[in-house]
């Protein structure tokens, strides 16, 4: 399912224009955005809950050339799914 899919499910079952449920679902995203980049875990009960991580920085190997390089530390997205969605998933 792709976003234009999500955004025509969700104007079916809520009886909402597309253009409304496309403002929410957008509007979710950007906030769960928001709130992660801060440094803030979003929890949605049932679902699962975004928050970040860090990276450490670490040696790496280039494929092509066998040479050693420094991969620099990084800012991580994670997802830890909640029990209901692990729950419908494995039936």
Do not use: H, W, Y
Not at 54 to 80: C, H, L, W
């Amino acid at each position: 399912m792709n976003k234009t899919e999500l955004v025509d499910a969700i104007a079916a079952e809520c009886d909402l224009s597309k253009t409304a449920a496309q403002r929410a679902l957008d509007s979710v995203i950007s906030n769960i955005v928001k709130a992660v980049a801060e440094g803030k875990t979003v929890q949605l009960v049932g679902f699962g809950s975004f928050g970040s991580g860090t990276r450490a920085e670490r040696t790496g190997r280039n494929p092509r050339t066998g040479e050693e390089i420094k991969i620099a530390a990084a800012k991580t997205v994670k997802f830890s799914a909640g029990k209901a969605f692990k729950d419908a998933v494995n039936g």
